[in-house]
């Protein structure tokens, strides 16, 4: 009995020490995991922050789109405003020529009247 006991005791710590073996096993995967988890909550932190940087520079860039676009208008009404100045300024032009052309028929005709009343 007392060898049956014996046995039962020793059953019972191996039992203990193996039971010692796989806690400690297990609590080195556990500080891993929390190593792995906390690595991660960095990884996590640090891709929050790049995706308000872009989301600022998105915002950025559609500013500056919006103000691109308004100074293309801008450039393109300066543009039309351009062109009708050119062209009245051409109208203008073709006007003093044809008065021109109309003053030297006149003296044209003043001589010949002049010759001819002489």
Do not use: F, P, Y
């Not at 891709?47 to 520079?57: F, G, M, S, V």
Request: proline share 0%; hydrophobic share 45%; aromatic share 0%.
């Amino acid at each position: 009995m007392e060898e049956r006991c014996t046995h039962e005791v020793l059953d019972r710590d191996a039992a203990i020490e193996a039971l010692k073996a796989e806690n400690e096993r297990l609590e080195g995967e556990k500080g891993g995991l929390a190593n792995s988890l906390a690595a991660l909550r960095l990884s996590l932190a640090e891709k929050e922050q790049e995706k308000e940087a872009l989301r600022a520079d998105l915002m950025k860039a559609r500013d500056v789109g919006a103000l691109s676009a308004e100074q293309a208008r801008k450039a393109n009404d300066l543009a039309e405003g351009l062109r009708r100045e050119l062209a009245s300024e051409k109208e203008s032009a073709a006007a003093l020529e044809q008065l021109s052309l109309a003053s030297r028929r006149l003296d044209s005709v003043k001589g010949v009247l002049a010759a001819t009343i002489a």
